[in-house]
Antibody
Framework: QVQLQQWGAGLLKPSETLSLTCAVY????????WSWIRQPPGKGLEWIGE???????NYNPSLKSRVTISVDTSKNQFSLKLSSVTAADTAVYYC???????????????????WGQGTLVTVSS | QSALTQPPSVSGSPGQSVTISCTGT?????????VSWYQQPPGTAPKLMIY???NRPSGVPDRFSGSKSGNTASLTISGLQAEDEADYYC??????????FGGGTKLTVL
């Protein structure tokens, strides 16, 4: 059974850098993309970005200038850094696996099938 | 990228059916079958209910079904139960190699 466990600082001051890590237990780490998703209090989900085991990344254009996602395949972990945070970055941050769908001999990322427990990050002076 | 459009709320009585729509564009929902639906009770992480438009993961009741027509995907819940009360979100892959979510729909079981 795949499990994602995440951790990181929960209280930041404006202009600081948010840093979260997600560890993957069970299942394969390679062969998947791994994503970060956030949810401001009382609001909807926002995709932040993704990375695969080779370090290939894609980011949400609205956050791209401040986001770095990295991977440590030796520990089956991936991490998120978001710089210059403001109160607007206050949210529950989730890590998630992008499950694959295979058809006709090819596979692609299709969905977010396993999620971490979420980490509330509050930005306040 | 703009969020997919969902109705803010829907409601139904136990045993009834409800449908939640998710409208995107020809750059996301209209071009890919990588449309998913998630259920999120308060204070919990989202749970995958439907992937690739209409596929159910193991363990999801067959009361949940998905479909797509053009730029709009839909989630239908039949035989509504009290435990179905939650927020529901759709997601889609986009032509920019990114992912986008809907704004969410609150389902109330009357």
């Amino acid at each position: 059974q795949v499990q994602l466990q995440q951790w990181g600082a929960g209280l930041l001051k404006p202009s600081e850098t948010l840093s979260l890590t997600c560890a993957v237990y069970g299942g394969s780490f390679s062969g998947y993309y791994w994503s970060w998703i956030r949810q401001p209090p009382g609001k909807g989900l926002e995709w932040i970005g993704e990375i695969n085991h080779s370090g290939s990344t894609n980011y949400n254009p609205s956050l791209k200038s401040r986001v770095t996602i990295s991977v440590d395949t030796s520990k089956n972990q991936f991490s998120l850094k978001l710089s210059s945070v403001t109160a607007a970055d206050t949210a529950v941050y989730y890590c998630a696996r992008e499950g694959n769908h295979c058809s006709g001999g090819s596979c692609h990322s299709a969905t977010f099938d396993y999620w971490g427990q979420g980490t509330l990050v509050t930005v306040s002076s | 990228q703009s969020a997919l459009t969902q109705p803010p709320s829907v409601s139904g009585s136990p045993g009834q059916s409800v449908t939640i729509s998710c409208t995107g564009t020809s750059s996301d929902v209209g071009s890919y079958n990588r449309v998913s639906w998630y259920q999120q009770p308060p204070g919990t992480a989202p749970k995958l209910m439907i992937y690739e438009v209409s596929n159910r993961p193991s363990g999801v009741p067959d009361r949940f079904s998905g479909s797509k027509s053009g730029n709009t995907a839909s989630l239908t819940i039949s035989g509504l139960q009290a435990e179905d009360e939650a927020d529901y979100y759709c997601s889609s892959y986009t032509s920019s190699s990114t992912w986008v979510f809907g704004g969410g729909t609150k389902l109330t079981v009357l």
